[in-house]
C-alpha cells in the first residue's frame, strides 16, 4: 500500500469513527417475526415475507444480512433494506431456493396470502438486484404454503404443502399429495412420483443429503385432528432421489426426538449427519434442548454435545448452513429485547457444537470429507461446498463500511470511502499477486 492511499484509508477510518455513531442511529430494523424466507445468495442471507409478532403479514419488506464480513450477534444487526424494490404483495410461509441458470437467482414460490394477486413464482436477480414475474410452462397452479423446498441441480423440489380454499367465506386447508417440481433454468413444471412417498404433510423439513437424495422429517398430517397436537414421529424418516425419482423409508433409531414440526433441518459440514433445531412437539415429557442430530450412516438419533448460551427454543423460524454455522433466523419462541433475531450453532467440531454469538467467515480448512454414504446410482460431483469462501481477505474493510450506512449523510461518506476503498484495495491487489508469485503460496 502507498503512502498516500494509506493515509486517505486513516483518515476515512477517522472520519467513519467520529460520525459513526451519528450514523447508527436510523438502522433498518425488520418487523417480521416468522413464516418468511432465508436464502443465501453471495454470502448474503435474503428475508422476505412473514409475519409480524402479532401474526399479521409484514407488508413490503426485503433485506438481507451480509456474511462476508465478521459480526456480533448481540450488537445491531446490520440489515440492509431493498424493500424500495420488492415487487412481491405481503405473505407468508412461502418457498425459496437458490437457483436460475448462473445459480444466482432467488425463486420464490407460492405462500399464503390475504388477497388473490400475488403471480406464484417470482424471481430476484441478485446481480441486476430486480424482481420479476416469473413465467413457468406446464400445467400447474396450485399455490402451496408450509412446505420445505429443496433445490439440487437448479430443480426445485416441492413435496406436499397445504393449499387454502375458500367456500362461502370459510376458509379450510388441503393437504397435498404431490412432488411438484419447478426446473429454475428452462422454466418448467412437472411431477415427480409419489410412490412409497410419505403422507401428505406440511411444516415438515427437508435437506439436500451429499448422495442425491433428500431426506423429509416430521411434519403435521393433514387434519381433521387439532393442529397442534398432529405432529409426526421422527422415528422413520423418507428420502427421495432425485435422479431415479423414487422414494424410500428409513426408520431411525436412537434418541428419537419427540414428534414434532416447524423446526429447521441442516446437514452437517461432512455431509454425514442432519442436524435439527427447534419446532413444536407433541407432548415432549421432558425438556430437551432441542437439538437433535440424525447420523445418517446408521439413521441413529442422538443428543450432540453443545456448550455457550444456550438459546431459547424457537418455531417456524429457518436455518441455513453459513461458513462453519448454523444459522437460525427469527422464529416464534423467544423476546426480541433480549435475543438476536439471528442465532449461530458453531457446527464445525462434530464432538462439541458451540452456540455462539461471533460470526467469523473465515471457512474451516479441514472439513472432513463425506465418504460413507450410500451412493445413488449414477456418479455426480458432490454437493458439498462450504457457502462462503470468497472475499476473505477484505473482510474487515466492508464491515466498517457496513457500519456507516443508515442516512444519507453516511452513503455520501461511503461513497468518498469507497473510492479510497478501491485505490486501497487495487494497491493491496498488486501486493498480493507478488507475493503469490513469490511464495508460491495457495
Ligand atoms: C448452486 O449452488 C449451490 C451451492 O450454493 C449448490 O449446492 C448447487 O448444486 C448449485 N446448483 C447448480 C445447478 O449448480
Ligand atoms: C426442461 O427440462 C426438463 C428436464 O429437466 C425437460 O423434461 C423439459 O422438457 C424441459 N422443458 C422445456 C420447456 O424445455
Ligand atoms: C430406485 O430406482 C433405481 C434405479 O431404477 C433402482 O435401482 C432402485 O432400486 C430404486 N429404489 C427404490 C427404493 O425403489
Ligand atoms: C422481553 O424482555 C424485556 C427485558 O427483559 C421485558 O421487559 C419484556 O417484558 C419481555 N417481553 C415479553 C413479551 O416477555
Not at 70 to 80: I, S, V
Not at 380 to 404: C, D, F, K, R
Amino acid at each position: 500500500m502507498s503512502k498516500n492511499s494509506l493515509a486517505y484509508f486513516i483518515s476515512w477510518i477517522l472520519l467513519q469513527f467520529l460520525f459513526g455513531v451519528n450514523c447508527q442511529m436510523m438502522p433498518f430494523k425488520p418487523t417480521v417475526s416468522y413464516g418468511h424466507t432465508a436464502t443465501l445468495i453471495d454470502n448474503k442471507l435474503y428475508i422476505i415475507g412473514g409475519r409480524d409478532i402479532n401474526g399479521k403479514f409484514v407488508g413490503k419488506e426485503f433485506f438481507y444480512l451480509d456474511f462476508s464480513v465478521p459480526f456480533d450477534t448481540q450488537k445491531l444487526l446490520l440489515w440492509q433494506d431493498l424493500s424500495y424494490i420488492d415487487l412481491v404483495p405481503p405473505h407468508s410461509e412461502a418457498e425459496s431456493v437458490k437457483g436460475g441458470a448462473n445459480n444466482d437467482t432467488l425463486f420464490l414460490y407460492g405462500g399464503e396470502i390475504s388477497d388473490q394477486t400475488m403471480a406464484l413464482v417470482y424471481t430476484f436477480d441478485s446481480q441486476s438486484i430486480t424482481w420479476t414475474i416469473s413465467k413457468i410452462t406446464g400445467d400447474y397452479n396450485v399455490r402451496k404454503f408450509r412446505l420445505t423446498a429443496v433445490e439440487h441441480y437448479g430443480k426445485m423440489y416441492l413435496y406436499s404443502g397445504v393449499n387454502k380454499v375458500i367456500n362461502n367465506n370459510v376458509a379450510s386447508y388441503v393437504f397435498l399429495n404431490e412432488m411438484v417440481i419447478l426446473d429454475t433454468i428452462n422454466l418448467s413444471w412437472s411431477k415427480g412420483s409419489l410412490i412409497n412417498a410419505p403422507s401428505p404433510r406440511a411444516d415438515y423439513d427437508a435437506t439436500l443429503l451429499p448422495n442425491d437424495n433428500i431426506i423429509y422429517l416430521g411434519g403435521v398430517s393433514a387434519p381433521p385432528t387439532a393442529y397442534m397436537s398432529n405432529a409426526l414421529t421422527l422415528s422413520e424418516v423418507y428420502l427421495y432421489n432425485t435422479i431415479n425419482d423414487n422414494w424410500s423409508k428409513k426408520i431411525t433409531s436412537g434418541k428419537i426426538p419427540s414428534n414434532r414440526a416447524a423446526f429447521s433441518t441442516v446437514l452437517g459440514l461432512d455431509g454425514q449427519r442432519i442436524i435439527i433445531f427447534g419446532g413444536f412437539f407433541d407432548d415432549p415429557g421432558y425438556l430437551d434442548t432441542t437439538l437433535y442430530v440424525l447420523d445418517l450412516t446408521n439413521f441413529n438419533w442422538y443428543i450432540p454435545k453443545i456448550s455457550g448460551n444456550i438459546p431459547k427454543y424457537r418455531k417456524f423460524h429457518q436455518a441455513n448452513v453459513i461458513g462453519k454455522y448454523m444459522v437460525i433466523s427469527f422464529g416464534i419462541g423467544y423476546n426480541k429485547s433480549v435475543e438476536s433475531d439471528i442465532l449461530l450453532l458453531d457446527i464445525s467440531n462434530i464432538e462439541e457444537y458451540v452456540w455462539t454469538t461471533t460470526f467469523d467467515p473465515s471457512v474451516p480448512n479441514s472439513i472432513i470429507p463425506a465418504p460413507s454414504l450410500p451412493p445413488s446410482s449414477s456418479p455426480s460431483p458432490s454437493s458439498l461446498q462450504p457457502s462462503s469462501s470468497s472475499s476473505q481477505l477484505s473482510n474487515n474493510i466492508p464491515a466498517m463500511a457496513g457500519a456507516i450506512v443508515g442516512s444519507l449523510f453516511c452513503g455520501i461518506l461511503l461513497s468518498f470511502g469507497g473510492f479510497f476503498l478501491y485505490k486501497w484495495n487495487k494497491n493491496k491487489q498488486k501486493q498480493r499477486g507478488i507475493i503469490r508469485i513469490q511464495g508460491n503460496v495457495n
